[in-house]
């Protein structure tokens, strides 16, 4: 889990920090919201260790985010755009869910000529709430 953070402007935040962030978050008088989906679209956010099952998305639905889209291995910072726009696009869309605005997003990415590599869209799951 030492290895797992996320690159702040000037600092590392750390796994266990952003354990006790979502933590305190959903304890909050103030605040009494859950994160209901949490985007991290960055290399192996959901690969983790002995420490970390899922890394950073699986600490963050275990700390109460309902959902978080994730990958699981290295991905093509130009290609990862188009597929997270068009899951927000989809999402957006009546009665359609996470899982369902993920696959039409990678099918999208599958039809086109630039980024129909599984490598390219292939890494991006869904932990926690799928709906």
Not at 5 to 23: H, K, M, P, Q, S
Not at 29 to 38: D, N, R
Not at 43 to 70: F, H, K, M, P
Not at 79 to 92: D, M
């Amino acid at each position: 889990a030492d290895n797992t953070f996320l690159l702040g402007y000037d600092t590392r935040i750390t796994i266990e920090r952003i354990d006790n962030l979502f933590r305190q978050a959903k304890r909050s008088e103030e605040i009494k919201q859950t994160v209901a989906l949490l985007t991290l679209s960055a290399c192996q956010t959901a690969a983790g260790d002995n420490r970390s099952a899922l890394g950073i998305a699986g600490v963050a639905v275990r700390a109460g985010v309902e959902s978080s889209l994730a990958t699981l291995w290295s991905i093509n910072d130009e290609a990862t755009v188009p597929l997270i726009e068009e899951f927000y696009l989809q999402l957006r869309q009546p009665n359609v869910t996470k899982a369902e605005a993920l696959r039409r997003a990678q099918m999208k990415m599958i039809a086109g000529l630039n980024y129909n590599h599984p490598a390219v869209w292939s890494p991006f799951i869904l932990i926690g709430n799928w709906l």
